[in-house]
């Protein structure tokens, strides 16, 4: 009997860290949707086409496009600018000989 109030206070004292964790993002609203359906439009992207051979293509080409214009807004606003994507190399320097 004592080990299983063990094994059940140290189920439950792991499971509710996962459960607050799992309710902290809280689903979009439907104003939301229709916000970035209208900017993705807005973007070049259009869902009446009942038949589009470029699908994958052209909404991902329109939300690289919204997520370039939402960096631009956020550096505007921030003042620390968009997120680094540049590469860099380092390696030994040129050896004297």
Do not use: C, H, W
Not at 28 to 49: C, D, F, H, M, S
Not at 55 to 71: K, M
């Amino acid at each position: 009997m004592n080990t299983q109030i063990k094994v059940i206070t140290l189920f439950v004292a792991l499971a509710a860290p996962v459960a607050s964790f799992a309710q902290s993002e809280q689903p979009l609203t439907r104003a939301e949707v229709k916000a970035q359906l209208k900017q993705i439009q807005q973007a070049g992207y259009n869902p009446a086409i009942a038949v589009d051979a470029n699908y994958p293509a052209d909404i991902q080409a329109a939300e690289a496009r919204v997520a370039a214009q939402n960096a631009m807004a956020q550096s505007e606003t921030t003042g620390y600018g968009s997120t680094a994507t540049g590469t860099s190399q380092a390696g030994s320097g040129a050896t004297a000989q």
